[in-house]
């Protein structure tokens, strides 16, 4: 077909793989086509039209971002365009995140957005989340920075080699370094500003991108920090250019010379050039490390697989796995993508997506995830996940998302940002006309003028934020914690109540017979193993019922070698118990009511109690403060046997709740099960509050009354059972079940499925956040002294210092070098 590149058909697995063009071809047209032909073709639910659905978020790769006003004209101009619902731009990751309005023409608004920001000097590259994207994007993120890196060290070579000389030449003196006639200010002032005019060119041709940029938005009126270096070192060169020419003009013995030549600010230019690029660098380099989380979940995916294919062995690349081949792993090999085992047995270490330290015990039947490692077995496994499908690539992107997301907490910043630049330019006009004005020298006012423009650094803020978050996000992923973004970081770290779901989560989600006790004709005494008999009748009964309880009544009857009898008319009574014949006998399980009914057949609770020995009531109600679930057994309308399950408390439980309550978090628990019950396992995990006989659907409503209450409502839970409620919280924490876990299922989800991963997720949280404000209070504390001081307000008050244009450039260049650095502690956060 037109537009079609290659195709393939896997016969084993039935699939067709086809690479196309999708401004030639769509998926739709193949399908017809194949149907045209005589076979059926089916669409996987992830493809369709290439464009997202309504609703959905466009994500884009932004070049030539320089600072905090770039992202945020960017993100000011793309969000004010039709169709667009909100914007999230990161100078961090180098991407936009734009929300799309339902009912837009996602085509459309791409090509529009592409077009918009390059009218604005940028580029923009629309990112899909197509099989393969994820993996396409890191590498070429990485081959851009490091592209980047290079250029940036092939430019300071010459900028520190020429500026240097420049700086010596211009401070050799008064350092007690006598200069040669030739090139001495004294002697010859027109060598001494010819010498520095040819060593600053070099230097200014090193730094010819903040030119380029700068002067273009300064054109556009939309200055950025690069306009502020531009002006600031285009001033200083264009008064000592000036400077040069009036020596040239005046002659060698003009008495005026040596005083111009004293004058010049070309050193200025050429140091400031060289400390800015070298603090770009630095910045550039620390901001690479962000990414470190990333770079080592991308190597956890092997290049390649072993294929067997009629009874042989092939290497192929991982791209080419299809869902459906049948791959082998060796021994010490990473597992190449989602699958099943058919054949084998070995220990597989997960620990590098879960943060589960031991490894796992696997076998034909057992599902494997793509990047964890084959201890010491060599496994058969049916490629089930492939490409971005895989649980990898989903944690992967979730990553990236996160990363480029935004924190509220940064609102502040990228509103200053906007206005930061312009406000500056106008500080530095109006700090320089005022020295003029109030009679100053004119090289003085030059210097102040120079000094407001380089000593001011959007970028420190336009960084304090996003590295934080990426770093922060990133550490997470490292210890299991998948945190979906900044907003949910954000909140984790204001959490002052945390709400558990009971089942699955405090407890094991798999309930256990933990008592039998055969009571009437069953009692002890009342024949050989007359407990296993009355055990095995309700478990044959049980085994046709789908509820949770009866599992475990089945899984208990096995476990004692019991063997199971065949049931005739089974019928289940929501609400009640269930009930059939077992080995010719009528056998029900359930409540009082429904096991002992009255001769009527009416389910009076009242009718039943008159039939339950008083002992018997008192072990149910025992069992029942012990926080397990009694079930009585009848036969023949007969008490037979009292059954007891339980759904046992984690063993972390309590130690986890008694260190929210040291945080000053307090814990809430939120189940279905009856009071009693709910009581019985809060008191054995040190909860005082419980919220008990909350159906499903009820528990975002709790949720919601809470909120009422207090600020900050966390909610922990499965994501399944309780999603509403986890979408209800201020913060919904998922427990995962090791590498099945649905990472879409909560703001934060835990990969181990531990309690302890709560604890985990929210101190990281609060160091991300406290990392946060310490990089937002250096970003606008080091601005709000920084500037004042080289606006020489300290000079007019005190007979203060006032900044030279060097000492005001290195100092711009440090500040956003510190808060990458200080973003980076956080690599080292521990659980």
Same mark, same amino acid.
């Given at each position: 077909?037109?537009? $079609? ?77 039709? &169709? ?82 420049? /700086? ?18 004294? @002697? ?56 040069? +020419? ?6 060698? @013995? ?67 796995? @299809?869902?459906?081949?049948? /791959? ?36 034909? &039947? ?12 060599? +496994? ?55 020295? /003029? ?31 934080? $978050? ?9 210890? &299991? ?7 949910? +970081? ?5 959490? !002052? ?12 989600? !798999? ?95 009242? &009718? ?52 929210? !309550? ?46 009422? !209450? ?78 004042? $001081? ?23 260049? /440090? ?10 502690? +956080? ?5």
């Amino acid at each position: 077909m037109e537009g $079609v590149e290659a195709a393939s058909v896997n016969l084993a697995s039935e699939l067709l793989d086809v690479r196309f063009l999708p401004d030639a071809v769509t998926p739709e047209a193949i399908a017809e086509r194949v149907r045209a032909i005589g076979f059926e073709a089916l669409l996987p639910a992830s493809q369709g039209a290439e464009d997202p659905e309504d609703g959905d978020v466009l994500r884009f790769a932004i070049r030539g971002m320089t600072c905090a006003a770039c992202s945020a004209r960017i993100q000011r101009v793309v969000g004010g365009m039709d &169709g667009v619902d909100g914007v999230e731009v990161s100078l961090a990751t180098d991407t936009a995140t734009v929300r799309v309005r339902p009912g837009t023409v996602h085509r459309e608004l791409v090509d529009a957005i592409v077009a918009r920001v390059a009218q604005m000097g940028f580029e923009a590259q629309y990112l899909t989340h197509g099989p393969g994207d994820v993996a396409s994007m890191w590498e070429m993120q990485q081959k851009e920075t490091a592209g980047r890196l290079a250029a940036m060290k092939a430019r300071l070579v010459p900028a520190f080699a020429f500026a240097l000389p420049l /700086l010596v030449l211009t401070m050799g003196e008064m350092l007690g370094m006598p200069l040669p006639q030739a090139i001495s200010p004294h @002697h010859n002032p027109l060598g001494f500003a010819l010498v520095q005019l040819a060593l600053v060119l070099p230097v200014m041709w090193s730094g010819r991108e903040f030119y380029r940029v700068g002067f273009r938005n300064l054109a556009q009126l939309a200055p950025n920090m690069d306009s502020l270096i531009a002006v600031g070192t285009g001033a200083a060169f264009v008064y000592s250019l000036w400077n040069t +020419l009036e020596i040239a003009l005046a002659g060698s @013995h003009a008495p005026r010379n040596m005083e111009l030549a004293m004058d010049l600010y070309f050193e200025a230019a050429a140091v400031l050039i060289a400390l800015v690029s070298l603090g770009k660098y630095f910045e550039t380099r620390s901001r690479a490390h962000t990414s470190d989380a990333i770079r080592g979940l991308m190597e956890l995916t092997p290049d390649t697989a072993i294929l067997l294919q009629a009874g042989e062995q092939k290497e192929i690349a991982i791209a080419e796995v @299809h869902r459906g081949d049948l /791959l082998l792993v060796k021994p010490g090999e990473r597992i190449p993508v989602d699958g099943t085992i058919t054949d084998g047995r070995s220990a597989v270490d997960e620990s590098m997506l879960t943060g589960e330290s031991l490894p796992v015990s696997k076998t034909a &039947g057992d599902t494997v995830a793509g990047g964890t490692m084959n201890m010491n077995g060599a +496994l058969t496994m049916q490629a089930d996940r492939v490409g971005a499908d895989t649980v990898l690539a989903r944690i992967i992107r979730l990553v990236q998302d996160a990363q480029g997301s935004k924190a509220p907490i940064a609102n502040m910043a990228d509103r200053v940002s906007l206005y930061f630049v312009p406000t500056v330019m106008a500080l530095a006009v109006v700090s320089g006309l005022a020295w /003029l004005l109030a009679g100053a020298e004119p090289v003085f006012a030059l210097r102040i003028f120079i000094a407001v423009l380089v000593i001011a650094c959007p970028c420190a803020m336009g960084l304090a934020t996003p590295t934080s $978050v990426m770093v922060g996000t990133g550490r997470g992923a490292q210890l &299991g914690v998948l945190i979906k973004n900044g907003a949910a +970081l954000e909140a984790a770290s204001k959490v !002052k109540t945390l709400v558990f779901d009971k089942t699955g989560t405090l407890t094991h989600g !798999k309930p256990e017979l933990v008592a039998v006790v055969p009571l009437g004709e069953f009692a002890p005494g009342g024949g050989e193993d007359a407990g296993g008999v009355v055990l095995r009748m309700a478990a044959s009964l049980e085994s046709v019922s789908e509820h949770p309880l009866a599992a475990a009544v089945v899984r208990g009857a096995r476990e004692r070698g019991l063997e199971l009898m065949p049931v005739r008319d089974f019928e289940a009574v929501p609400g009640k118990g269930v009930q059939g014949v077992v080995d010719g006998r009528t056998v029900r399980i359930g409540n009082e009511a429904f096991v002992l009914p009255q001769e009527e057949g009416t389910l009076s609770a009242q &009718g039943a109690e008159g039939r339950v020995a008083g002992d018997v009531r008192d072990g149910m109600d025992e069992q029942a403060n012990m926080g397990r679930t009694p079930l009585l057994v009848s036969v023949d309308g007969k008490v037979a046997a009292l059954l007891s399950v339980a759904d046992t408390l984690k063993q972390e439980a309590p130690g986890v709740v008694r260190r929210l !309550k040291d945080m000053g978090i307090a814990v809430v628990m939120l189940t279905g099960d009856n009071a009693r019950t709910a009581r019985a396992v809060a008191a054995e995990a040190g909860i005082d509050e419980v919220i008990a006989g909350v159906m499903p659907d009820q528990k975002d409503a709790a949720i919601a009354a809470l909120q009422e !209450k207090s600020a900050g409502v966390g909610m922990v839970g499965d994501g399944i059972n309780d999603a509403p409620a986890l979408a209800r919280a201020d913060v919904g924490i998922a427990m995962g079940t090791g590498i099945d876990v649905a990472v879409e299922a909560g703001d934060i989800v835990l990969m181990k499925g531990a309690l302890g991963g709560v604890l985990t997720a929210l101190a990281l949280s609060r160091a991300t956040v406290a990392n946060i404000r310490q990089n937002l209070f250096w970003a606008f504390g080091y601005n709000v002294l920084g500037i004042p $001081v080289a606006m020489g307000v300290l000079y007019a008050l005190f007979d203060g210092p006032t900044l030279s244009p060097m000492i005001a450039g290195g100092a711009m260049a /440090l500040s956003s070098v510190s808060v990458v650095s200080n973003a980076l502690r +956080l690599r080292f956060f521990k659980e």
